[in-house]
Nanobody, 124 residues
């Protein structure tokens, strides 16, 4: 069972940038999807961005398109989320997750391995 560990969260002012990293404990199937999700208090966990380990099939939530960039580094077994032009409404706990089966999905219930989460706080 692969384990995922996020890092890179923190406090930033609106308009600033952060880069989150999600390190996997071992190599996994290149067709599996890696996703970034976020959850703020009182809200459901929502999809932010997704990518295959191979680097194909990139998708973003409408709320982050043009501001966030997801990428993968297979040599380091790591997926990144570059977040630019951050807004206070981006404040949340960010999670990475792996969907350990073939097929694309944006639903959190389709992802079976999760990291512990990292807090991102954007001040106005």
């Amino acid at each position: 069972q692969v384990q995922l560990v996020e890092s890179g969260g923190g406090l930033v002012q609106a308009g600033g940038s952060l880069r989150l990293a999600c390190a996997a404990s071992k190599r996994t199937f290149s067709a599996y999807i890696m996703g970034w999700f976020r959850q703020s208090p009182g809200k459901d966990r929502e999809f932010v961005a997704g990518i295959r380990w191979s680097g194909s099939t990139i998708a973003y939530a409408d709320s982050v398109k043009g501001r966030f960039t997801i990428s993968s580094d297979n040599a380091k077994n790591t997926v990144y989320l570059q977040m630019d032009s951050l807004k206070p409404e981006d404040t949340a706990v960010y999670y990475c997750a792996q969907k350990g089966s073939i097929g694309y999905s944006k639903s959190p219930t389709a992802f079976d391995t999760w990291g512990q989460g990292t807090q991102v706080t954007v001040s106005s």
